[in-house]
């Protein structure tokens, strides 16, 4: 079956990666070559540029290049081109909210290709990846935690249920009947292995207090509703290596760097 394509603003935005890490194709013919027709519907070009874009998208999800994939690529293209041309006849792009919603669309298609520009001139040194790290490891607690939880939204439900497991309820049982996180309430209520850095600060606190096997000692309010918590073991924490976390680290230090230029525009910045 050949593959159904569509052309969308996802597809343009993630193109302005995938072609910025092409460096094999000299710019000026790539340029030249990009506003070629790709395909012409009632005299209207589809360009290669369009083309590009999805063929790259779909390399990017695994695809190989075929003539089965340009030819889904040619009658997608023509088919959006078919249902673009209607729509200006019915005057829908005269539509405000239509209008609007690609001039959002372009707006976001250009602050990514930006990102990937400043991030391009300036990619994350070594030395930052390092800081970051330490930075990173340091603020890790040197415990993980293994957590059995209801999540329920009122305080006097969690009362109620706090009670019971006093009186010799398994928090397992009553879990899989009231907790309300989906994530867990199968497993009994049982989470995975966390650090406490990764709790909010009052479910750390109360996790940190109690003991291996112990309930903490009332019911804890976040922002995602009233936690009744039960600490089930407690190991040492084993920090990842820099090798390990190096990829993760490259897109922290990114972010940082493209939030502190985006806090100086804003400082730049009229806003009125």
Known sequence: MRPQLQLTSSSLACAIWLLTVSPSIHAQDAAASLTK?????NGQAQSNGLAEILLR???????????????????????QALMAQEARKAKLDANPLLMAQTELAQQNILAQAWQQQ????????EEDLKAEYDRQIARTGDKDYLIRHLLVAQEA???????????????????????????????GGLTDWVNAADLSPALADSVK?????????KPIKSDAGWH?????????????????????LVGIVSRLALDARLKTLRQQAKVQ
């Open 209 to 217: 207090a109690a003991g291996k096997g112990k309930l903490v000692a």
């Open 37 to 41: 027709p790709y395909v012409t519907v």
């Open 57 to 79: 998208e779909q390399f990017a999800r695994g695809a190989s290049d075929s003539m089965e994939l340009r030819q889904a690529v040619r009658e997608a293209l023509i088919n």
């Open 228 to 248: 009744v918590l039960q600490v089930e073991d407690i190991r040492a924490f084993k920090a990842p290596s820099f090798a390990d976390t190096k990829q993760q």
């Open 118 to 125: 400043v991030l391009g001139e300036s990619p994350p040194k």
């Open 157 to 187: 439900t969690a009362k109620l249920l706090f009670e019971k497991i006093q009186a010799g309820a398994k928090i397992a049982d009553l879990s899989k009947e009231y907790s309300q996180d989906p994530q867990s309430r199968e497993r």
